[in-house]
């Protein structure tokens, strides 16, 4: 009986943990709203004042990078050539100078998978 009870525990055991193993990953919806909160940092540089220190990020998703006829862009910025789409922004986001080696944006990026999830999603509200 008790190698019934042992064998039985250990089949639910080995079925909890191939459940773990294949079960979907709970993915959260990225929130914009937390996204605005987060980008205050980026705004800071990134306004849309004629003398901002970075280029506008106003309709930044989907656009080319170094494309902004009226802002001075790095050579390393131009020459990326970069969509900025979700792969693109969250690898910037993370490490701008690990995605794009040689540009003058002065900031490490933010560490966080949930905050840069959410400023993407503001970004694509940003029009």
Known sequence: MRKKITAAFGCVCLAFVCLALVAPR?????????GKQV??????????KPDAIGPSLRGVYGRTSGSLE???YSNAMMRAK???NDDNLRAYIKD????????RMPFG????????EDVIAYLKTYR
């Open 39 to 48: 980008f205050a940092a980026c705004a800071a540089c990134h306004s849309d």
């Open 70 to 72: 009226d802002f001075r």
């Open 96 to 103: 701008p100078q690990a995605k794009v080696p040689g540009n």
């Open 109 to 116: 990026g933010f560490r966080g998978d949930k905050d840069v």
């Open 26 to 34: 709970v993915v959260h919806a990225a929130d914009a709203e937390h």
């Open 82 to 84: 970069l969509t900025w």
